[in-house]
C-alpha cells in the first residue's frame, strides 16, 4: 500500500512568493518546487542561462563555422530515441539553414547498438566519407569510436549530455554540461538541448564575423517546438532552464508555428494543436516517435521532423502512429509474460520478489526495442530498480532499467562493472535510467551482483511507494480559476504536477466507455460531521480512468484539477490518481 505524505515547502519562499501577489495556495505549491521568488516563474526567452558557460562551445562553434566556410561535409550521428531524434532535427535544420553540407546517420539498435560505436565509424565512412562528426545525444561514452573516427582522418564533435565515465573521448571538442570542468548551471538539459545552445553560440560566431545582414540573421526560437518535444519525452528534469526552453515550444505550438512533423503527430493522434500541453509531449508524440528506434528505423522519425511538406509529414506519422499500434501490442504480451513470471506461485521469480530489493528479468522471446518500456511498467508495480534483458548479438544480451528515487542507476553499474568487470560489456545512462550490454552467460552472476548493490544502497523503506500531494485543498480553492492557471503551467520530471488529497463522499458513480468510472463525489469536511449528513459542501464531477469496478460510499483519494469540455460546456472534474476505503466522520 502506497504512503501518501504531503510535500514540504520553505516557509521564506512561501512569504516571498505570497508578498509578490501569489495567492496562498499557489505560494505553497511552487515553493514546494523550489521556486524562491516569482522570477522564476517567468518564462521569457531573456531568462535563459546564457550558452557561453558551457564548456568548449565557443570552441565548437569557431569549428562548425570554419567548416561550413570550407564547405566541408558534416554528418550527425544521432541516437534513436525522441531526444536523439529532435536533436538531430534541430542541428540538421539548423546547420543547412546556415549552409553547412550536412546530413545524418543513426545506428539500428539492433544492428549496431546505442553511440558513436568503431562499426558506425566504419559505416559513415563508407556511406558518406564525412569530414565531421557530430554526435548528438550520445558520445561522451564512445572511446573506442572516436579513436576509429581519428584513425581515418575523421574529426569528431561531441555532442552529450550522459554522465561521462571515468576517461572522456580524445574528440577534437566535447560540449556536455556534466562533463568534469563545465560551469553550465542545468545539469539536467536534454540532448536536443546542448544542440540547440551550440546552434546559439554558431549563430553568435558567425554574426561576430560579419556574415549575416541583420534582417538575413537566423531566427532560431523557432526551433524550440522540436526542443520543447525533444526535453519532455527524454523526461529530464524540468529545471528553471528546461521549462523556459518548454514552455517556448509549447507557445509555438499551440500557435501554429510547429514544424509540419509535430503539426501532423498532433493531427494523427487527435489533438488539439491549441490545447497542447506538456502530457501531449511525453505521452502522445513521444511515443509515436520513439516507436520508429524501437521497431524499424529511426530514420522515418527524423525525416518526419525536418521534412516542410505538409502531405509528406501525415504520411510519416501515420507510419509511426502504425508502428506505435504494434509497439503497444508487443509491449503488452511482454507485460503479461513478464508478470507471469513474477506472480505465478510455481515460478522462481514469484518467491524471490517478496524479498529482493531489485528485479532483474530475461526471456528469449523479448523484443530489444520495447524492454525499457517495460522495465518502467514493472519498476512502477513493484517500486524496485528494474532491469529487463532481451537477447542480444553473438553471446550478448541488451539490458534497460529503470530506478526508483534514491537509487542511482547508472552509478549502480558502474559498481557492478568495478567489481566484476567480467560482466557487464558496456553501460551509460542517467540516475532514473540507464542501458547496458552484459554477456550472456553472466546473465545469473548479473542479477546476484545487482542485487547485492541494491540492498546496499537501498533501505526497506525505501521500497514502500510513496505518494507526495500537495495537501488538502479547502474549497474555497477548488475553482475553474485554480484549474485553469495549473493548466497553463509547465510540468513534468522534478516539477511534478499538483496533486491533492482529501476524503470524499461517493454520491454516484457509473462505468463509462466500458473500462472508466464517472462520479459525483463531495467532499468531506476537516472537522467532524454525521456520517449521514451529505447536505453541506458542493458536488464534484470526477474521473477515475481505467477502472470498472464501483468504488465504496467514502474513500480517500488523491486527485488532480482539470478542466473537462463536453458537449460546447466547460466544467471543472476531478481526475482520481490512487483511491482507498475510508471510514465517514461521526461526531465524537
Known amino acids: 500500500m502506497p504512503k501518501i505524505t504531503t510535500r514540504t515547502y520553505d516557509s521564506q519562499a512561501f512569504e516571498s512568493l505570497h508578498r509578490d501577489g501569489l495567492p496562498p495556495v499557489l505560494a505553497r505549491i511552487y515553493a514546494a518546487r523550489g521556486i524562491g521568488h516569482s522570477a522564476q516563474l517567468e518564462m521569457a526567452l531573456a531568462r535563459l542561462l546564457p550558452f557561453d558557460q558551457i564548456r568548449n562551445i565557443h570552441l565548437m562553434a569557431g569549428l562548425l563555422a570554419d567548416a561550413i566556410k570550407a564547405r566541408k561535409r558534416l554528418l550527425i550521428i544521432a541516437d534513436y530515441d525522441s531526444d536523439g531524434a529532435t536533436a538531430c532535427a534541430v542541428g540538421i535544420r539548423i546547420l543547412r539553414m546556415m549552409g553547412a553540407d550536412v546530413g545524418y546517420l543513426v545506428p539500428n539498435r539492433f544492428e549496431y547498438g546505442y553511440g558513436l560505436t568503431p562499426e558506425i565509424v566504419d559505416l559513415a565512412y563508407t556511406t558518406s ?37 571515468d576517461e572522456l573521448p580524445e574528440a577534437t571538442a566535447i560540449i556536455n554540461p556534466n562533463q568534469p570542468g563545465c560551469p553550465f548551471p542545468s545539469k539536467h538539459i536534454a540532448g536536443v538541448g546542448v544542440i540547440f545552445y551550440l546552434m546559439l553560440a554558431l549563430r553568435a560566431e558567425f554574426r561576430q564575423r560579419g556574415a549575416f545582414d541583420t534582417d538575413k540573421e537566423p531566427k532560431l526560437a523557432g526551433f524550440l517546438d522540436l526542443v520543447a518535444l525533444g526535453t519532455v519525452a527524454d523526461v529530464v528534469k524540468l529545471d528553471d532552464n528546461n521549462r523556459i526552453l518548454v514552455q517556448q515550444g509549447l507557445r509555438r505550438i499551440q500557435a501554429g508555428l510547429a514544424c509540419s512533423g509535430i503539426n501532423a503527430l498532433l493531427k494523427i493522434a487527435g489533438r488539439k494543436v491549441q490545447q497542447t500541453s506538456t502530457y501531449d509531449l511525453g505521452f502522445i508524440l513521444g511515443p509515436r516517435l520513439n516507436a520508429a528506434g524501437r521497431l524499424d528505423d529511426m530514420s522515418l522519425g527524423i525525416e518526419c521532423l525536418i521534412t516542410d511538406d505538409a502531405g509528406a509529414a501525415e504520411q510519416m506519422a501515420r507510419q509511426l502512429d502504425a508502428l506505435n499500434v504494434r509497439r503497444r501490442e508487443i509491449e503488452s504480451n511482454m507485460q503479461d509474460s513478464a508478470l507471469s513470471k513474477l506472480e505465478s506461485s510455481l515460478h522462481a521469480e514469484s518467491a524471490r520478489i517478496q524479498s529482493a530489493y531489485s528485479v532483474c528479468l530475461f526471456d528469449q522471446s523479448w523484443h530489444q526495442g520495447v524492454i525499457g518500456i517495460l522495465a518502467s511498467r514493472i519498476k512502477d508495480r513493484y517500486h524496485r530498480p528494474v532491469i529487463i534483458f532481451a537477447p542480444g548479438n553473438d553471446g550478448e544480451m541488451k539490458g534497460s532499467g529503470r530506478s526508483i528515487p534514491g537509487f542511482h542507476l547508472r552509478d549502480a553499474l558502474d559498481l557492478v562493472a568495478k567489481r566484476y568487470p567480467e560482466i557487464i560489456v558496456k553501460f551509460g545512462g542517467h540516475a532514473a535510467a540507464a542501458g547496458l550490454t552484459i554477456v550472456a552467460e553472466r546473465f545469473v552472476q548479473f542479477c546476484e551482483a545487482f542485487e547485492t548493490i541494491a540492498q546496499s544502497l537501498l533501505t526497506e523503506a525505501d521500497l514502500t511507494r510513496v505518494i507526495e500531494t500537495d495537501g488538502e485543498l479547502d474549497e474555497s480553492d477548488m475553482n475553474m480559476e485554480l484549474a485553469q492557471h495549473l493548466t497553463r503551467q509547465v510540468w513534468g520530471q522534478g516539477f511534478p504536477q499538483p496533486t491533492f488529497n482529501a476524503g470524499f463522499y461517493v454520491e454516484s458513480q457509473r462505468v463509462v466507455g466500458e473500462k472508466h468510472l464517472k462520479l459525483k463525489l463531495r467532499k468531506m469536511p476537516s472537522g467532524s460531521m454525521p456520517a449521514q ?52 466522520k461521526s461526531i465524537g
Open 129 to 165: 566519407r564525412p569530414d565531421i562528426l557530430i554526435t548528438v545525444d550520445n558520445g561522451i561514452a564512445s572511446i573506442d569510436g572516436v579513436q576509429a573516427a581519428k584513425a581515418l582522418g575523421m574529426q569528431v564533435l561531441i555532442t552529450d549530455h550522459h554522465l561521462p565515465g
Open 533 to 584: 449528513d451529505l447536505t453541506s459542501g458542493i458536488s464534484y464531477d470526477a474521473i477515475l480512468f481505467f477502472h470498472n469496478d464501483l468504488l465504496p460510499d467514502v474513500i480517500n483519494a488523491v486527485y488532480r484539477l482539470q478542466i473537462n469540455e463536453f458537449n460546447g460546456r466547460t466544467m471543472l472534474q476531478l481526475l482520481l490518481e490512487h483511491w482507498s476505503q475510508a471510514e465517514a
